[in-house]
């Protein structure tokens, strides 16, 4: 409610003024979602600019992120969560020298790293396995010699493993062979 003072001016109520707040904060509350949605599905954004240590399309994933991938999964499919975090943060730092287009690998790597139970550090991996498939995808690049692409239908996620014998990181020793090779 707009009232006037004693010299004419005119004056909000409190609970006008308050109520016009909410109004704004809730227009600003639905501008930050849009950017968010247009962020995260990469609506009007242009794709990250390679960099000098950016695997040209068609070369291999660069050791320094398969070597300590293959150490995490190896150690989640035996039930083992023992050096899942130095793993995860060798990732990370690898990823950070890449360059923009593996940062989903650095923030997945670092969401790993800090995992402390083992149902959590397979949830992290998986995302950490969507970053690196996705990355492999959108560059190109092959995996290395002898690893090969898995896939468990139970958990609806991916990973990367070496051998013929499934070993499965999300369900470990209760269903080690779950999955394909794709």
Known sequence: MITKTRNGRKRESPKTRREGL????????????????AATYGIGCAPAPQTGNTPKAGSKL????????LKIQTALSQDRI???????????TAATALGAPA??????????????????????FGT?????????????????D??????????????????DTLANPYYGSSMLTCGEFQ
Not at 107 to 120: F, G, I, K, P, W
Not at 128 to 144: E, H, R, W
Not at 146 to 163: F, I
Request: charged share 25%.
């Open 22 to 37: 909410y109004k704004m904060a809730f227009v600003v509350s639905w501008f930050r979602v849009f950017v968010l949605a």
């Open 62 to 69: 660069p050791d320094s992120i398969v070597e300590p991938y």
């Open 82 to 92: 023992d050096d899942v975090r130095a793993n995860a943060g060798q990732i990370a």
């Open 103 to 124: 940062m989903k690998i650095d923030t997945a790597a670092v969401q790993l790293a800090s995992a402390t139970e083992l149902e959590d550090a397979r949830d992290k």
């Open 128 to 144: 950490l396995s969507d970053a690196v498939i996705t990355y492999m995808g959108g560059l190109k690049l092959a995996p290395p």
């Open 146 to 163: 002898g690893v090969r692409k898995a896939y468990c239908p139970m958990a609806n996620k991916p990973w990367l493993q070496k051998g």
